[in-house]
T-cell receptor, first 110, second 109 residues
Framework: KAGVTQTPRYLIKTRGQQVTLSCSPI?????VSWYQQTPGQGLQFLFE???????NKGNFPGRFSGRQFSNSRSEMNVSTLELGDSALYLC?????????FGAGTRLSVL | QKEVEQDPGPLSVPEGAIVSLNCTYS??????FMWYRQYSRKGPELLMY????GNKEDGRFTAQVDKSSKYISLFIRDSQPSDSATYLC?????????FGSGTRLSIRP
């Protein structure tokens, strides 16, 4: 069974630009969650989607948004990038309580 | 106070030693407990997943949950240099999951 796939793996953007990250969950998993991971803050929850609906949301500004498609694939968008948005963005899919993570997208904002 | 507390380490032990990693939590509603291993520049990998109090063993790994003390542990027997990574505990109730900040572990050959 294929794992969680995130694309792209690496991304370099400049301040003010926007970015879209993609996540393909494990086949059969309907829940997709997004996290931001930085050395200082650890793993911080962004939002969770289940059956195309946002089910939970963390404490991030509105510049961070997401969506889920009917095939459970999910995208995350960050608009008006700031230097502090540089991080590893992780996607996780689940069918029960346990979450299975992708390798992440490392975003660098210059 | 954070809902989940985990000592960040770093923890350095010699190869072959038994490693003990721990987390405490404050929310008694947590019912599911997990341990993840994360290598540098990779996503977290699920190691252990438990529901009830008690012990669960998988190879060299044993997860222990004490709900009365709100304390969970991960033991690694016969530790290997390849076990060097950051270990994150996680716990959930309903659709909410909270991660610890992770403990950096280094196994010295």
């Amino acid at each position: 069974k294929a794992g969680v796939t995130q694309t792209p793996r690496y991304l370099i953007k400049t301040r003010g630009q926007q970015v879209t990250l993609s996540c393909s969950p494990i086949s059969g998993h309907r829940s997709v969650s997004w996290y931001q991971q930085t050395p200082g803050q650890g793993l911080q929850f962004l939002f969770e989607y289940f059956s195309e609906t946002q089910r939970n949301k963390g404490n991030f500004p509105g510049r961070f948004s997401g969506r889920q498609f009917s095939n459970s694939r999910s995208e995350m968008n960050v608009s008006t990038l700031e230097l502090g948005d540089s991080a590893l963005y992780l996607c996780a899919s689940s069918s029960d309580r346990a979450q299975y993570f992708g390798a992440g997208t490392r975003l660098s904002v210059l | 106070q954070k809902e989940v507390e985990q000592d960040p380490g770093p923890l350095s032990v010699p190869e072959g030693a038994i490693v003990s990693l721990n987390c405490t939590y404050s929310n008694s509603a947590f019912q599911y407990f997990m341990w993840y291993r994360q290598y540098s520049r990779k996503g977290p990998e699920l190691l252990m997943y438990t529901y009830s109090s008690g012990n669960k063993e998988d190879g060299r790994f044993t997860a222990q949950v004490d709900k009365s003390s709100k304390y969970i542990s991960l033991f690694i027997r016969d530790s290997q240099p390849s076990d060097s990574a950051t270990y994150l505990c996680a716990m959930s109730e309903a659709s909410k999951i909270i991660f610890g900040s992770g403990t950096r572990l280094s196994i010295r050959p």
